[in-house]
């Protein structure tokens, strides 16, 4: 029996401001693979949580998914899901029992007897029953279970699972949507899954039993453990960070017989708007733009030997819109000042003050890019910032001044100033 394997589409995504449904990333993708799976006619797709990027999705998102389960549905091919936590597992298993008719079983909400699918034999080694697991939260599982003794997510895992009556002699697969790991080890991640590095982690161990077990949760793709269980890892890039993982995108697992091995394909789509970093000096990157001329492209540029001048912002991204592309981050690491040696974390000598200034603007303005106005007074404010005596407290200081400039930044946009 073969199956492909997805997970975190986080259909809906905004990325630097750009939509990847109104951009066309998402839309793209989902019509790619649906002509893959038209090619390869498996058995089953599992998508493992994260369908959606946030818990109340827009129409459009909505839509994409839409197109995507009835494109699947019309091959008959079943589907499984089941909720991530950036899903609403009750808006996402609505009309869940008239779906199941039509082959596409969804998993919304944690339950004491876990939604499972058996699909009959097709391959002369027996039936398979898939296990379809949305993100667990240990407080809703302790309420589920009636059991106080449930502190922390491998707990909740196990205790969930002992409950079911899972016949191991057979082929079982699981679905699941949470932070696996070997040995206490998580694997590398930023961006994206930094606030996954940590939080609700429990041990591959914990699925002993099942032939393959589909996680979803992580963006990059790889197994945990052993071979058979396995993170798909997103379709898409959805951080500058990622450009740095592995392909990624679908898995092709086939089971054979009970106890032999499993087959694991990972399949790639190529993105509509592939992601670059470029890093070096500003002649050094007009240079590359003069020789590759690279088309369709989202872009982060690390300017390293000045400071972004708005003049430096207009030719870079003036530049490269020509092109069809986005730069959608314009930083730079020089530093015309002396590192100020006491700040540690994020706030690193690495980083130029009025960068850490508009780096505070994008997040508190949903990725909103400065303006020439804004980034003439962060480079006033560094300026002055530096020439104080910061001898005592300058690593309290620092955030709180630059707090304070982006209130009255805020304040005065709010006023229309």
């Known amino acids: ?6 997970a975190d589409l986080h259909l809906g995504k905004t990325l630097y401001g750009v939509s990847l449904i109104d951009n066309q990333d998402q839309p793209y993708w989902v019509e790619q693979f649906l002509k893959k799976a038209q090619e390869l006619l498996p058995d089953a797709v599992l998508i493992a949580g994260d369908i959606y990027d946030r818990g109340a999705p827009s129409g459009e998102a909505v839509a994409l998914l839409n197109r995507m389960l009835t494109g699947l549905e019309e091959m008959g091919i079943p589907i499984l899901m089941a909720a991530g936590n950036h899903d609403s597992g009750k808006r996402l298993s609505f009309a869940g029992d008239i779906l199941a008719k039509q082959g596409v079983y969804i998993a919304g909400m944690a339950e004491r007897e876990i939604a499972h699918v058996t699909i009959p034999e097709r391959d002369g080694s027996g039936e398979v029953t898939f296990w379809l697991l949305p993100y667990l939260f240990p407080a809703i599982v302790a309420q589920t279970l009636s059991d106080d003794s449930i502190g922390d997510y491998e707990s909740a895992m196990r205790k969930l699972l002992a409950r079911q009556k899972i016949d191991f002699s ?10 696996v790991t070997a040995g206490g080890r998580e694997a590398p991640r930023g961006g994206s899954e930094s606030m996954v590095g940590g939080v609700g982690q429990m041990d591959y161990r914990v699925f002993d039993g099942f032939d393959y077990v589909a996680l979803g949760h992580i963006h990059a793709s790889y197994s945990v453990g052993r071979r058979e269980v396995r993170y798909a890892g997103s379709p898409l890039c959805y951080h500058f960070d990622e450009i740095r993982q592995p392909a990624k995108g679908l898995l092709l697992v086939e089971l054979g017989e009970k106890g032999s091995d499993v087959n694991i394909t990972p399949m790639s789509i190529g993105p509509l708007h592939p992601m670059r970093e470029i890093r070096g000096a500003y002649e050094d990157i007009l240079d590359t733009l003069e020789q590759e001329k690279t088309r369709g492209e989202y872009l982060k540029i690390v300017v390293t030997d000045r400071r972004i001048t708005p003049e430096i912002s207009e030719t870079l991204r003036g530049s490269f819109a020509g092109l069809d592309s986005i730069v959608m981050e314009l930083s730079s690491k020089f530093q015309e000042f002396d590192a100020v040696s006491s700040l540690t974390g994020e706030y690193s000598r690495e980083k130029a003050l009025e960068d850490y200034f508009a780096e505070l603007y994008r997040e508190r303005k949903g990725e909103a890019q400065p303006d020439k106005k804004d980034l003439a007074l962060f480079r006033f404010a560094a300026e002055q910032t530096l020439a104080r ?7 309290e200081t620092l955030e709180k001044d630059a707090g304070k400039l982006l209130a009255y930044i805020l304040e005065q946009e709010a006023r229309g100033e």
């Open 1 to 6: 029996m073969k199956f492909l394997h997805i």
């Open 170 to 179: 057979g082929r079982n697969v699981l679905l699941a949507h949470q932070n």
């Open 389 to 395: 005596d910061f001898s005592e407290k300058r690593e």
